[in-house]
């Protein structure tokens, strides 16, 4: 697939913002841009509609939705979407995306958190979320994260002492390795992040707490906890602008949206809710298609699938409060995936081990970490990857060493020359994903003519595609979700309902099987189609509209002629 911008680095909030307008001004019969809300420092939140509405409104088709930066620094996540925006509109003469389009809606937010992604892309800082303070409204006591000798990074203080814990490794002296119980000769080092000591006592060297501490991605009201239970959480639930315009846009298209996808960054993995409760706990059908789909995204990046609760989490602590995608899932009633892009460990050859283990050993650890470096060494471009050990005058410990990764653009993202090829498979899993929406198709609409002025309407409704009409039966919990309706006009209707409710239709991932390829058995658990008709006084000759029209399947029509 063609696009049309360069993949080459980490676009800023004002970049990102006149590509967004660029794209409405040139494709107005393919786009739609809106804000959704104001971030805490005042910046729009947009979000991009994308469809062919020669085939109708965005609002008339099944919709799809992603976005990026739900926390500051994951911006390979908002990278990706926006290379989905621009596959999508880069590609509109190309069949499959054509097809896309007449059928489905794409909305993409690409950053979620632009001030804290703003913070993190023009100073050398990490931070969560959002840059309004909290807990704490000024920089607390400890040692304090800050790019000392001005390389643009903030990276690792190796402090030699004899009480360190620390010593150089023996396969390689850039790496350090723990102290064992008897090494009582030799140099010893501790290692701090690079940074100064606020009211620095002259002995004591602790992480200061955060001041930019708020994690969107435990905000949201389900399962959400307060902070001394899940940390980042807030206040309460939806207490950030951000989040706050997220939920309400959410909310408003709950009847339309299929699948989210959410763009994070780092590990590379496909996760799947839930991620407060095991997975045991959630509707046994519902994780059976989440998997299926899911299986799709582990083809085209290469990543494992995990449950959140179950695979993802340490066993001792698996738990994740107030996420977005549990409030998707259980709240909005769909599949909600989370993509971590950016797989250095498995890029190094660092076997990954799911659930995570607790009691990692020390050479364990330490063959990792030089697996790590030799992969950098090897295929990082010099100035890039692992800066040697270098003495800094630190103005409160005297003399240290200065050296290390740059965690942000190394290990939390990919370096830009590894950033298209780590995003380009994303776009395949999300093109992918949607083709699993419910297709409704009027197999059959016919008049047979019973007398002078009289016809009875036969109708047959069917859903082609993977999902059912109702997506999960999650959503089916929820007293808003509508039955589907057929509605005719055109005539006046005798016997039936002008607008014939007609319940829900199974998608082909709902029916049971038996066997696997030499036999296998098909086991139709749950009607695919419906018969429906009408008993209709008309003129021969008259035109009639049937219009069937669902929650999450949008508008279907067919002309009928008497």
């Known amino acids: 697939m063609k696009h049309t911008y360069q993949y080459d680095h980490y676009y800023l909030y004002a970049e990102i913002e006149q590509i967004l307008k660029d794209w409405a001004e040139k494709y107005p019969a393919y786009t739609k841009l809106e804000t959704i809300g104001t971030t805490y420092e005042g910046r729009s939140i947009y979000i991009m509609a994308v469809t062919d509405t020669r085939t109708g409104d965005f609002t008339e088709k099944p919709a799809f939705y992603t976005e990026g930066n739900i926390h500051a620094g994951e911006v390979t996540g908002s990278m990706s979407v926006m290379l989905l925006l621009d596959t999508l509109l880069s590609n509109t003469d190309d069949e499959e995306i054509a097809k896309l389009l007449e059928k489905n809606t794409f909305y993409m937010l690409p950053r979620v958190s632009p001030d804290g992604s703003e913070h993190y892309l ?3 800082e990490s931070l969560r979320s959002s840059k309004r303070p909290y807990p704490f409204t000024q920089e607390m006591p400890g040692l304090q994260p800050r790019d000392l000798d001005g390389d643009g990074a903030i990276r690792t203080m190796r402090v030699k002492t004899p009480y360190g814990m620390w010593k150089k490794s023996e396969k390689d002296d850039r790496l350090m390795t723990k102290r064992l119980p008897d090494d009582v000769d030799g140099d010893f080092y501790d290692l701090y992040t690079e940074g100064e000591i606020i009211d620095y006592d002259g002995i004591s060297i602790k992480p200061a707490p955060a001041r930019y501490s708020y994690d969107f991605n435990r905000n949201y009201p389900v399962g959400w906890k307060p902070e001394w239970e899940q940390r980042g959480a807030g206040e309460t639930s939806l207490c950030n602008p951000e989040t706050q315009a997220n939920s309400k846009w959410l909310l408003a298209h709950r009847d339309q949206l299929c699948t989210c996808i959410d ?18 706990q959630a509707d046994r059908e519902d994780m059976e298609l989440y998997k299926a789909i899911g299986r799709m995204g582990a083809e085209e990046t290469g990543y494992p699938l995990l449950n ?29 995936f989370t993509i971590e892009c950016w797989d250095v460990e498995a890029r190094a050859g660092v076997k990954a081990c799911f659930p995570p283990k607790e009691d990692e050993t020390e050479e364990e650890r330490s063959d990792e970490e030089y697996k790590l470096l030799k992969w950098i060494d090897e295929n990082v471009a010099k100035g890039e990857g692992f800066m040697p050990w270098t003495a800094y005058a630190h103005p409160q410990l005297g003399e240290v060493e200065i050296g290390g990764i740059n965690t942000k653009f190394l290990f939390q993202n990919p370096p830009v020359s590894f950033l298209e090829e780590d995003i380009v498979k994303h776009v395949r899993f999300m093109l992918r994903a949607v083709k699993a929406f419910p297709r409704i198709v009027i197999e059959k609409a016919e008049a047979e003519k019973l007398a002078d002025g ?25 007293v808003r979700m509508k039955e589907m309706t057929a509605d005719i006009s055109g005539a006046e209707v005798i016997e039936g309902a002008k607008e014939a409710k007609f319940g829900h239709l199974a998608g082909y991932g709902n029916q049971g099987y038996m066997g696997w390829g030499l036999p296998a058995t098909t086991f139709p658990t749950k009607p695919m189609e419906k018969k429906l008709t009408w008993i209709v006084r008309g003129e021969e ?20 002629i008497l």
């Open 541 to 560: 000759g008259a035109k009639l509209t049937l219009t069937v029209t669902g929650d999450r399947t949008g508008v279907t029509r067919k002309e009928i």
């Open 454 to 478: 009289l016809y009875r309407v036969t109708a047959v409704i069917g859903n082609r595609g993977f999902l059912p009409t109702y997506i999960f039966n999650q959503a089916l919990k929820d």
């Open 308 to 336: 959140v609760y179950d695979d993802f989490g340490i066993p001792s602590d698996p738990a994740t409060y107030g996420g977005f995608d549990d409030f998707c899932h259980f709240i909005i009633g769909i599949p909600a």
């Open 263 to 280: 763009m994070h960054t780092h590990g590379g993995m496909v996760l799947y809710t839930p991620g407060y409760i095991s997975a045991k």
């Open 122 to 124: 023009t100073t050398p």
